[in-house]
Nanobody
Framework: VQLQASGGGLVQDGYSLRLSCAAP????????MGWFRQAPGKEREFVAS????????DYGNSVKGRFTISRDNAKNTVYLQMNSLKPEDTAVYYC????????????????????WGQGTQVTVSS
């Protein structure tokens, strides 16, 4: 399973970015998808997850109201729209996938996911 994250970069405080994670060759609709992030010296943190069909989502407390996760099963891609970015959002962002029979699962722990992308750096300057 190959997950290809992209869209990271350097932005100023208050700006927006959209991350993408493509999963070519995957039966994408069978996988719950998640985004996590890890800042230097910190543990990996849950950002957002989305159910197989996209009908359910969950967010970490620090990003609620600012970030939106979505998916396009026809394009095998999950997105993370990040608005009102803050310097504390600076981290490497990872997408993750987990095959599941559940139509409603939106796991928020890293060990719930079997597959991980390579990460994309997001840096927010003040």
């Amino acid at each position: 399973v190959q997950l290809q994250a992209s869209g990271g970069g350097l932005v100023q405080d208050g700006y927006s970015l959209r991350l993408s994670c493509a999963a070519p060759g995957l039966t994408f609709s069978l996988y719950v998808m998640g985004w996590f992030r890890q800042a230097p010296g910190k543990e990996r943190e849950f950002v957002a997850s989305i159910s197989r069909s996209g009908g359910r989502t969950d967010y970490g407390n620090s990003v609620k109201g600012r970030f939106t996760i979505s998916r396009d099963n026809a394009k095998n891609t999950v997105y993370l729209q990040m608005n009102s970015l803050k310097p504390e959002d600076t981290a490497v962002y990872y997408c993750a996938a987990d095959p599941t029979f559940s139509l409603t699962a939106v796991p928020d722990t890293a060990d719930s996911y079997d597959y991980w992308g390579q990460g994309t750096q997001v840096t927010v300057s003040s």
